[in-house]
């Protein structure tokens, strides 16, 4: 049984292709660098949650986390 959850928790190297490619998409759909974005990190981990609900389209996935980003920065621009 731990085996299984061990597999289920674990990435392989395609699926962190895939999620790279999607954070290179999103961020240049967002207009930002990859490198030095502030939110990289918050940007990441909404890749890696859109991933492990079953999307494997690296283009969908940056498309989904480029619109919640865009959302999440104009939501706390409005509160600062």
Known sequence: ???HLF???TYSEDDWYIMQDAHLKACEL???D???YKNADRLAR???NIFD???RDF???ASIAAHREAM???QFATYH
Request: glycine share 12%.
């Open 59 to 61: 283009q969908i996935i």
């Open 34 to 36: 990859p490198v030095s």
């Open 1 to 3: 049984m731990s085996l």
């Open 53 to 55: 609900g079953g999307a």
């Open 30 to 32: 967002l207009g930002l």
């Open 7 to 9: 597999e289920q928790f």
């Open 72 to 74: 999440l920065d104009r």
């Open 46 to 48: 909404t890749i890696m």
